[in-house]
């Protein structure tokens, strides 16, 4: 807490592009595309960005490692922080502005406050699949989001469909919302994919080679069109599997008969934990 994360960031603006932190700063951005990150970005986020840059609008990507999003015994002091390559890599596909808020802009009379304005949306609850896994996650996950929307204002946001789970909980907190954050699309962007098929992800960096070719289970087991044969694949790459599954595709619960579907896995590797998912019905996502 308490320290200013662009203290060596200077100049504050990297050629084209601002980088900001104050909540005022954010004004004349209003009706922008908003990508909100957590930072080290990969491939991954900039696919995200190159989305949000199709709309033609002004691309706001925020920065802010979320405390409230990691359980005490997650990987918080451990995530990875480098802003100013995250910077760097924002700027390369076309993002206008860099939005890094300390914690005190982003939680200014405490994160429980602005918890109690929301009502968290039954995708953050009812699966019991992130929810279940990560049972403080998604709560924290609202109140950052939340909170980066009413300081952003956006009238697109860009979520990955990595976190398939995460993007259905903030598309139904926007639709509840109603008019909070007026007429706020969201658009769900593919998984972007190593040549081996590991979807990006910020924790990938911590992978072994060998762990990297284990890791790559999880595409496989995406692949399958039962949950038993999802179950042996990853058991057959040595991954230690929290849960695989095949939902419904617009609400996480039982598949309902003629109903698109969707394979989820999370499985972890030693302290590593990696999600994946594809829809089933329609063909599997490269
Ligand atoms: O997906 C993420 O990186 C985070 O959960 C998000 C949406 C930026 C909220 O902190």
Request: net charge negative; proline share 6%; aromatic share 6%.
């Amino acid at each position: 807490m308490g320290s200013d994360p662009l203290r060596s960031l200077t100049p504050f603006i990297l050629s084209t592009m601002k980088v900001i932190t104050s909540a005022d700063s954010l004004k004349p951005f209003r009706g922008c595309a908003f990508v909100p990150t957590m930072g080290a970005l990969h491939d991954g986020h900039l696919s995200l960005i190159r989305e949000a840059k199709n709309a033609d609008k002004t691309v706001v990507v925020s920065i802010f490692v979320n405390p409230e999003q990691f359980a005490p015994e997650e990987d918080l002091d451990k995530y990875p922080r480098n802003l100013e390559q995250d910077c760097a890599f924002a700027e390369s596909v076309g993002a206008d502005v860099v939005f890094a808020p300390s914690v005190e802009t982003m939680y200014p009379t405490g994160s429980n406050e602005s918890l109690s304005n929301l009502h968290i949306p039954w995708a953050a609850t009812k699966p019991l699949l992130e929810d279940a896994c990560r049972p403080t996650h998604f709560l924290g996950v609202c109140v950052a989001v939340a909170r980066l929307f009413d300081l952003v204002q956006p009238s697109i946001t860009v979520f990955g469909l990595k976190d398939y789970q995460q993007y259905l909980v903030i598309k139904q907190l926007i639709e509840q919302e109603g008019k909070r954050w007026s007429d706020l699309q969201i658009i769900g962007a593919g998984i972007i994919r190593d040549d081996g098929g590991l979807a990006m992800s910020s924790r990938n960096v911590y992978l072994t080679t060998d762990q990297r070719s284990q890791a790559l289970g999880l595409h496989k087991a995406i692949r399958c069109s039962t949950e038993k044969a999802m179950l042996e694949t990853l058991d057959v790459y040595g991954l230690d599997v929290e849960y695989a599954v095949i939902r419904d595709s617009e609400t996480l619960l039982a598949p309902i008969e003629g109903k698109p579907t969707r394979a989820l896995v999370a499985a972890r590797l030693g302290h590593i934990r990696l999600i994946d998912n594809a829809p089933v019905n329609m063909g599997v996502q490269l």
